[in-house]
């Protein structure tokens, strides 16, 4: 009969073996990338319990980057900067077509579900009262690559209003993030911006901002939420164990803190409106 503690050892062994092999080619650090929508400070301290968990989950340190701008985050990935980016769904399509990222896991948030709303505001009490009477004021997107701070609005004007940004307003600029573009309206910097009812939630949230200080003058159609994607040359086998890490992620501290139910599985093709509405662009120039 062969000895228990012998055929135990050889259990153990095997297993480990296996783990070990399928670790094969994984990187020492992971470099987790988020785009934009607050400042740099205040989203590392949201995300670090799930960035503590992740790097204990994976055993891999977690070095995590928040991109200057969209673009930033998405050349990043481009050059093997990053490993794992969090995007909105128009930088995404971008990340696909410049980087190779793979979409994996879809943000469930507490409020929004799988999906949140584009919308344009302006200043209570002194702002427009409505877009028809916002010709010829200054006008803020977020970003280029911003799906409800530039795509989605966009598309309004060219094809709900029949207008041109550029010239139905005075002056357009681009704000860098939705805490910025929203703080632009408040502030008088321009009458009108463009961001989103997560991020505009966010802000009242945490108290930079009361959502009686604005009109709501646009609220869009829902859009899906970005996803977070991988790298598409990074090892199968680590592509598989990041998502099914963030798909477990359970503490409701850090799910909280990231206004998440949790995440839900995502794939390329949830996108594809988005890709669709891409064309805008080409129209508004």
């Known amino acids: 009969m062969r000895?228990?503690?012998?055929l135990s050892l050889t259990v153990l062994t095997l297993s480990s073996s296996a783990f070990a092999q399928d670790k094969?080619?994984?990187p020492k650090a992971l470099t987790f990338g988020i785009i934009p929508t607050e400042g740099s400070s205040a989203t590392l301290t949201k995300w670090q319990p799930f960035f503590a968990y992740l790097g204990k989950t994976l055993g891999v340190e977690i070095k995590p980057q928040v991109g200057?701008?969209?673009?930033?985050?998405?050349?990043?990935?481009?050059?093997?900067?990053?490993?794992?980016?969090?995007?909105g769904p128009k930088s995404y399509i971008t990340a696909v077509e410049q980087a190779g990222a793979e979409a994996i896991v879809m943000d469930n948030t507490v409020k929004g579900g799988l999906g949140y709303h584009s919308i344009i505001i302006s200043k209570a009490g002194s702002g427009p009262q409505s877009l028809s009477s916002a010709r010829g004021k200054t006008f803020a997107f977020v970003d280029p690559q911003s799906t409800s701070g530039y795509l989605i609005p966009l598309t309004h004007f060219v094809y709900g209003l029949k207008?041109?940004?550029?010239?139905y307003f005075s002056k357009v600029i681009f704000a860098g993030s939705h805490e910025n573009?929203?703080?632009?309206?408040?502030?008088?910097?321009?009458?009108?911006?463009?961001?989103?009812?997560?991020?505009?939630?966010?802000?009242?949230?945490?108290?930079?901002?009361?959502?009686?200080?604005?009109?709501?003058?646009?609220?869009?159609?829902s859009i899906p939420n970005g996803p977070t994607a991988v790298r598409g040359d990074l090892p199968a086998?680590?592509?598989?164990?990041?998502?099914?890490?963030?798909?477990?992620?359970?503490?409701?501290?850090?799910l909280d803190a990231l206004n998440l139910k949790s995440w839900v599985s995502a794939s390329d093709k949830d996108y594809d409106?988005?890709?669709?509405?891409?064309?805008v662009q080409k129209i508004a120039k």
């Open 68 to 87: 200057a701008d969209y673009t930033a985050v998405i050349l990043a990935m481009q050059n093997k900067q990053l490993d794992v980016a969090y995007f």
């Open 163 to 167: 207008v041109k940004p550029d010239t």
């Open 237 to 254: 086998s680590l592509k598989t164990a990041i998502k099914s890490a963030m798909l477990g992620y359970k503490d409701p501290k850090g």
């Open 181 to 221: 573009a929203i703080l632009a309206v408040l502030n008088g910097t321009v009458d009108v911006a463009a961001t989103n009812d997560a991020d505009m939630a966010n802000a009242v949230a945490k108290g930079a901002v009361k959502a009686s200080d604005f009109n709501v003058l646009y609220v869009s159609a």
């Open 3 to 6: 000895n228990p503690l012998m």
């Open 273 to 279: 409106p988005i890709r669709q509405a891409n064309d």
């Open 24 to 26: 094969t080619g994984w």
